[in-house]
């Protein structure tokens, strides 16, 4: 499931005739990084209109012609289609449902996505270095970590210390695919309870120790959430 972003519009590289309207703004035919606007997050899209402007292609026209094209695929982990859903029935919006890999999910091959096993957990993360998502949403088990378990471990501290374990090797798991997107300038949205004690995690202190992440402390009731 490589990533694949074809541009469904013709990029022109042919010099402009003298006779047609004038652009808006005066352009030399040369372009950076920032000038792409909105596509720079994406570098194949970025290299192509990149390269029509030095051939002397209109710079406006293929700017346009790749933001009406472009697709930015999302995908989520430790979630069931919910995200990605939402891009299937939304196409207005543009963007591409990408993987939803969960203990709900499966593989091509029909294997739920058991990210307690090391295979898939290897297998997830080719899977999303293959598709190069411009956004990762990580949702994972909180339960482990709400303030509840504080009694847990005073009465079953064996039970809590299991559990909690296993709980700390996802999240770690996560931080892992987090940082792999950050490395390649992608974005990433995690959530989790405000109360909950995973915001203790080393793993996601180091995370929010990045300067480029930043944390919002959201209420859910205005989304319908209820108790």
């Not at 990210?115 to 270095?129: I, S, W």
Request: charged share 30%.
């Amino acid at each position: 499931e490589a990533k694949d972003t074809p541009l469904q519009e013709d990029i022109t590289f042919d010099i402009e005739d003298d006779e047609m309207e004038e652009p808006a703004e005066e352009d030399d035919g040369s372009m950076d990084a920032n000038s792409v606007g909105l596509v720079h997050t994406e570098p194949a899209v970025q290299n192509v209109v990149m390269l029509a402007a030095d051939l002397g292609g209109d710079s406006g026209h293929n700017r346009g012609a790749a933001h009406r094209n472009y697709k930015a695929v999302v995908s989520e982990v430790y979630s069931p289609p919910r995200v990605a859903q939402a891009a299937r029935l939304l196409s207005n919006l543009k963007i591409e449902p990408g993987l939803s890999m969960d203990i709900t999910t499966a593989d091509e091959l029909g294997q739920p996505w058991d990210l307690n096993k090391h295979a898939m957990r290897v297998k997830a993360k080719k899977k999303l270095d293959e598709q190069d998502p411009e956004l990762l949403v990580g949702s994972p088990m909180c339960t482990k970590y709400s303030p509840w378990q504080r009694i847990n471990k005073l009465l079953h501290f064996d039970k809590y210390k299991k559990e909690r374990r296993q709980a700390r090797r996802h999240m770690e798991f996560v931080c892992e695919l987090y940082h792999s997107q950050l490395q390649r300038g992608r974005l990433l949205l995690h959530e989790h309870p405000a109360q909950a004690d995973s915001w203790d995690e080393p793993c996601i202190r180091r995370l929010l120790g990045k300067a480029e992440v930043h944390v919002v402390d959201m209420d859910q009731c205005q989304f319908g959430q209820q108790d």
